[in-house]
Nanobody
Framework: QVQLVESGGGLVQAGGSLRLSCAASGNIFSINTMGWYRQGPGKQRELVAR???????VYADSVKGRFTISRDNAKNTVYLQMASLKPEDTAVYYC?????????WGQGTQVTVSS
């Protein structure tokens, strides 16, 4: 089992920045992928960005150039630096951890961007 603890959400004005963190603990396999998904009001959950333990990244087109995902493998922690935030970025952001075809989810953290 893997447990995920997220932090860093909040309320920010449009154009502002936030950083999300997610720390994984438990029985962790060294080869894994960590990422962030989000679910806005009335929308389906969607991928924001993900990063492998080797450092390969994937971003949603809507956040490219504004968000940066990174990780600290020694701490089993993934970060999402969000800049130039827009009201449409408002959502609950969920941390995701995948290893050996098993996925785990964090509890979610609210990000609200006011116009």
């Amino acid at each position: 089992q893997v447990q995920l603890v997220e932090s860093g959400g909040g309320l920010v004005q449009a154009g502002g920045s936030l950083r999300l963190s997610c720390a994984a603990s438990g029985n962790i396999f060294s080869i894994n992928t960590m990422g962030w998904y989000r679910q806005g009001p009335g929308k389906q959950r969607e991928l924001v960005a993900r990063i492998t333990s080797g450092g390969s990244t994937v971003y949603a087109d809507s956040v490219k150039g504004r968000f940066t995902i990174s990780r600290d493998n020694a701490k089993n922690t993934v970060y999402l630096q969000m800049a130039s935030l827009k009201p449409e970025d408002t959502a609950v952001y969920y941390c995701n951890f995948q290893e050996r075809l098993i996925g785990y989810w964090g509890q979610g953290t609210q990000v609200t961007v006011s116009s």
